[in-house]
């Protein structure tokens, strides 16, 4: 089974704090996503990376970077962090060449920004 | 961007009755999937539909597709309370990314 790891599932930052949000998967996967997840808003996508040391920006990348630097690995930045960022934080993962596109969920950061 | 709508936003049911929801999408597809999440939890894939489908089947789980009408539907038959969650859809339009819909709430009471 595929097994997508987030490294907290819940987190409480200070308003200008530098967070960073680990994601982890064993199946080998080109793709990885971060999403957050606000009530009614659904998932919205914050970036993706097809590859390592490769991103792409998703619908909300402001406020936030991400790194890639092994390919099992994707991080999720908030330089300086802000209320408003507190959310559900998911992250995905799927395989790049496989039609069906089938994404794997991590079980979320809850982030609370005080 | 955020295309797909769930509809209804909530439902409440009965142990053992049907529960319908419904899905919209803006775009042509390769195929749409529906999710369930529990509270508090991550996503978990539940069924696919090919976009050359008009029906599929997985245990008490039957999903439709109507391309004309850019939209699904995902029927559970006989619910169950363990069957409370959220259920998305997600449109998969061929590049690496899928669009989530906003979801719908059940809420299945024993």
């Known amino acids: 089974d595929v097994k997508v790891t987030q490294s907290s599932r819940y987190l409480v930052k200070r308003t200008g704090e530098k967070v960073f949000l680990e994601c982890v998967q064993d199946?080998?996967?080109?793709?990885m996503f971060w999403y957050r997840q606000d009530p009614g808003l659904g998932l919205r996508l914050i970036y993706f990376?097809?590859?390592?040391?490769?991103?792409e920006k998703g619908d909300i990348p402001e406020g936030y970077s991400v790194s890639r630097e092994k390919k099992e690995r994707f991080s999720l930045i908030l330089e300086s962090a802000s209320t408003n960022q507190t959310s559900m934080y998911l992250c995905?993962?799927?395989?790049?060449?496989?039609?069906?596109?089938?994404?794997?969920f991590g079980a979320g950061t809850r982030l609370s920004v005080l | 961007s955020q295309q797909g709508e769930e509809d209804p936003q909530a439902l409440s049911i009965q142990e053992g009755e049907n529960a319908t929801m419904n899905c919209s999408y803006k775009?042509?597809?390769?195929?749409l999937q529906w999710y369930r999440q529990n509270s508090g939890r991550g996503l978990v894939h539940l069924i696919l539909i090919r976009s050359n489908e008009r029906e599929k089947h997985s245990g008490r789980l039957r999903v439709t597709l109507d391309t004309s009408k850019k939209s699904s539907s995902l029927l559970i038959t006989a619910s169950r309370a363990a069957d409370t969650a959220s259920y998305f859809c997600?449109?998969?339009?061929?590049?690496?990314?899928?669009?989530f819909g906003k979801g719908t709430m059940l809420l299945v009471s024993p």
């Open positions: 990376s097809y590859d390592v040391k490769m991103k």
């Open positions: 775009t042509s597809i390769n195929n």
């Open positions: 997600a449109s998969n339009s061929g590049y690496s990314t899928l669009t």
């Open positions: 199946m080998d996967h080109e793709n």
């Open positions: 995905a993962s799927s395989h790049l060449r496989q039609a069906k596109n089938i994404q794997y």
